[in-house]
Nanobody, 123 residues
């Protein structure tokens, strides 16, 4: 059974930093595509960043480019999201997801999701 467990969320002031972690277990597919997503109250879930094919290709939402960095540690089966220069509009529940299909990550239809970790940024 595939499980994803996020951690690292919290409350910070604007301009601060946080690093989110997502430990993935039970994943046995040869190909692994991963992503971070977020959902603020009253808003739809949106893609934040994705990473594919062993980390050789990644993408970022325009709203986080230059501030967030997605990375992975294959030895630890862990996905990271380093968030810097945080803004109040980054406040949301952050989720990680994984799937053999990069299209599923892009379309947010991944078959495996974590439970989320809350990030709150105060002005």
């Amino acid at each position: 059974q595939v499980q994803l467990v996020e951690s690292g969320g919290g409350s910070v002031q604007a301009g601060g930093s946080l690093r989110l972690s997502c430990v993935i277990s039970g994943y046995t597919y040869n190909r692994r595509c991963m992503g971070w997503f977020r959902q603020a109250p009253g808003k739809e879930r949106e893609g934040v960043a994705g990473i594919y094919t062993g980390g050789r290709w990644s993408y970022y939402a325009d709203s986080v480019k230059g501030r967030f960095t997605i990375s992975q540690d294959n030895a630890k089966n862990t996905l990271y999201l380093q968030m810097s220069s945080l803004k109040p509009e980054d406040t949301a529940m952050y989720y990680c997801a994984t799937d053999p299909s990069s299209d599923a990550i892009w379309r947010m239809t991944s078959r495996y999701w974590g439970q989320g970790t809350q990030v709150t940024v105060s002005a």
